[in-house]
């Protein structure tokens, strides 16, 4: 299948500790995001690569720190978790193609920081 | 900064009837892309429709369709032949070019609508 696809979809752990997001794209694109969406479902933007390259950062918190090894992969990692981190990440991939350039959305990672 | 408005919290509609979902956005740009996208309960997002600001013409993805109106400044999207499954989280997006050859999506706050039976 044809998708950008998130690994863990669910991440329960303790405050303080650093996991990581994965995520990977085989559409082809070029782009790829993060995006975190809060308990109150407001979405926004935090990251974003072109060609492995660091193209946006939204003001986040120096904790997060993604890394694109490749392409097709856009991973978030999350030093010293706090209650506030909590929420789903959700990673989205792009190609801008004649300027028509649309978002492909991966499926969610819900994480919760006790 | 650009900014995307929905005023509609939460909406109801019966099955197979037609709702309308209201969007408002403010920028300076001319050129620019907007997105409605849905959300289920699964939590996926899900695109529904895009529309480019330079485009004149409506567009229209079968009983989903959007009312542009540039001057205005607004974005609705409507809903023909409701069906259960249409029941979600609706989000209105924003794109602009935010440097390079990247874009990024600034969205509203969300609609959400429940279809009833």
């Known amino acids: 299948d044809t998708a950008v696809s998130q690994t863990p979809k669910y991440l329960v752990t303790q405050m303080g500790n650093d996991k990581s997001i994965k995520c990977e794209q085989n559409l082809g694109h070029d782009t790829m995001y993060w995006y975190k969406q809060d308990s109150k479902k407001f979405l926004k933007i935090m990251f974003s690569y072109n060609n492995k390259e660091l193209i946006i950062n939204e003001t986040v918190p120096n904790r997060f720190s993604p890394k694109s090894p490749d392409k097709a992969h856009l991973n978030l990692h999350i030093n010293s978790l706090e209650l506030g981190d909590s929420a789903v990440y959700f990673c989205?991939?792009?190609?801008?193609?004649?300027?028509?350039?649309?978002?492909?959305f991966g499926p969610g990672t819900r994480l919760l920081v006790l | 900064a650009q900014t995307v408005t929905q005023s509609q919290p939460e909406m109801s509609v019966q099955e197979a009837e037609t709702v309308t979902l209201s969007c408002t956005y403010d920028t300076s740009e001319n050129n620019y892309y907007l997105f409605w996208y849905k959300q289920p309960p699964s939590r996926q997002m899900i695109l529904v429709i895009r529309?480019?600001?330079?485009?004149?013409q409506n567009a229209t993805e079968n009983r989903f369709s959007v009312n542009f109106q540039k001057a205005a400044k607004s974005f609705s999207l409507k809903i023909s032949d409701s069906q259960l499954g249409d029941t979600a989280m609706y989000f209105c997006?924003?794109?602009?070019?935010?440097?390079?050859?990247?874009?990024?999506?600034?969205f509203g706050k969300g609609t959400l609508l429940t279809v009833n039976p």
């Open positions: 997006a924003f794109m602009k070019q935010a440097g390079g050859s990247n874009y990024k999506l600034t």
């Open positions: 529309q480019e600001a330079y485009k004149q």
């Open positions: 989205a991939s792009s190609l801008k193609r004649g300027g028509r350039e649309t978002q492909y």
